[in-house]
């Protein structure tokens, strides 16, 4: 909730007119208590997992006969019931884990400084927030990923997202509700270690289960951000660590792909492009 009762208090407060941006943000938040804001992730979370995966779906189930060449695995034929399922699980998922989660976490909220108040932050500090946020929760989710390879940890918790084999959009979030909690903490490192504004909180997390999806979709589409961001790894890269399941010892990172090359993690994932490339040339 912000401290002032007008835009014109707000103005004189911060010696300059409000932007565009900020009298909006003003009018949406000025009356809204600061917990209620923060309970917007669990509606994002449910609405961008809703809609997202929709062209994923509609590709899935055979709407563009064009788009089939782009399936990583096009032997596995994706059927509306499967997804359906999928689809309940995570909203279940959301509604009974993620939600109280995010409800008792508002004090942690509070404590590292999530701020809601004005000035908006400028688009350059949203952007290279953002980024810091990705390369924490990537370096830190691929040493938690390998972990849950552990045969222990695997056998009681991850074996549940790698039920999917050829993983779809709908299934990104799919998985045990311990992995979802665990995994959690890798995604909220960047806020605690950075903290900012709560727009670029939500927007950090609408991006990274954006970016989940598009790893998870089983397409290696045209317009794959693997053509324009460095070292990004998506859908492909992703597919094999699926595609070989509890065996696999390669393509942990979540995001991008430094860390499995680093660590020598990405030796499987090589050995298998070296080998679909030779098929091809034959």
């Not at 189930?61 to 782009?70: C, E, T, V």
């Not at 938690?144 to 045969?151: E, P, S, Y």
């Not at 299934?171 to 311990?178: D, L």
Request: aromatic share 18%; with cysteine; hydrophobic share 45%.
């Amino acid at each position: 909730m912000l401290p002032y009762q007008s835009l014109e208090e707000a103005e004189e407060a911060l010696g300059r007119a409000l932007s565009v941006a900020e009298k909006l943000w003003f009018q949406y938040s000025a009356q809204k208590p600061d917990f209620i804001l923060h309970c917007h992730n669990i509606l994002f979370a449910m609405l961008f997992y809703t809609l997202a995966p929709l062209p994923f779906v509609f590709i899935g189930l055979g709407w563009f006969k064009n788009m089939d060449k782009f399936k990583i695995q096009p032997k596995v034929n994706d059927c509306f019931s499967n997804m359906f399922k999928c689809y309940k699980h995570v909203m279940r998922t959301f509604v009974l884990v993620v939600g109280p989660l995010q409800v008792i976490s508002y004090p942690t909220i509070q404590w590292i400084g999530i701020r809601t108040s004005l000035p908006l932050p400028s688009l350059s500090e949203v952007f290279w927030q953002i980024v810091v946020y990705f390369i924490i929760e990537d370096f830190s989710n691929y040493w938690v990923h390998r972990m849950l390879h552990a045969k222990w940890a695997y056998k009681k918790i991850h074996r549940v997202h790698h039920e999917y084999t050829a993983p779809i959009g709908l299934a990104a979030p799919y998985a045990h509700w311990a992995e979802i909690l665990i995994l959690g903490l890798p995604s909220f490192l960047g806020p605690v270690l950075v903290p900012g504004h709560i727009v670029t909180y939500w927007l950090w997390f609408i991006l990274r289960q954006l970016e989940a999806i598009e790893t998870h979709s089983g397409y290696l589409l045209p317009w794959t951000p693997t053509k324009y961001i460095p070292f990004y790894g998506g859908a492909e890269y992703h597919d094999y660590h699926h595609f070989v399941g509890e065996q696999s010892k390669s393509n942990f990172a979540s995001i991008f792909t430094y860390c499995d090359y680093i660590y020598g993690t990405n030796k499987g994932y090589r050995s298998h492009k070296q080998v679909l490339e030779k098929v091809k040339s034959l």
